[in-house]
């Protein structure tokens, strides 16, 4: 999709500082980060949210999520994943994405 931020990611033509990538996803740091670890794992095929995302795929996107973590080395003090899907979930780009953050204490509920 043209207009969506993030398959303009995928695609190379808006930068990103790239954390890791497979052949289905990609993982690049968040431009307004929320914790000292704040990273996007977004499939590269284009869907809408999570709900969208087939259970293979969903899979994927969660084992690079973890991935990011040991790379972060945040996976042993602990890290949250967070799907906002939905205007009141607080989705805001319409492309799937599990934000992983860690890297301090996460406090719960959430905002």
């Known amino acids: 999709m043209t ?4 398959c303009r990611i995928v695609a190379g033509e808006i930068p990103a500082t790239v954390v ?7 993982a690049f ?3 307004d980060p ?3 670890t704040h990273v996007l794992v977004i499939p ?3 869907h809408r949210e ?4 087939e259970p293979q795929l969903a899979g994927e996107i969660l084992a690079t999520a973890h991935q990011v973590a040991k790379s972060e080395g945040i996976d042993a003090s602990g890290y949250r994943l967070v799907f906002n899907t939905g205007e009141d979930g607080g989705q805001t780009v319409f ?4 934000h ?3 890297g301090r204490g996460l406090s719960w509920p959430p905002g």
Do not use: N, Q, S, W
């Not at 207009?3 to 993030?6: A, G």
């Not at 999570?50 to 995302?53: A, L, P, R, S, T």
């Not at 492309?95 to 599990?98: G, L």
């Open 95 to 98: 492309h799937v994405h599990c």
């Open 29 to 31: 740091r968040d431009i």
């Open 20 to 26: 890791t990538e497979t052949e289905t996803t990609l």
């Open 100 to 102: 992983v953050l860690g």
């Open 3 to 6: 207009d969506c931020l993030f």
């Open 34 to 36: 929320k914790a000292p």
């Open 44 to 46: 590269k095929e284009h």
């Open 50 to 53: 999570i709900g969208d995302v």
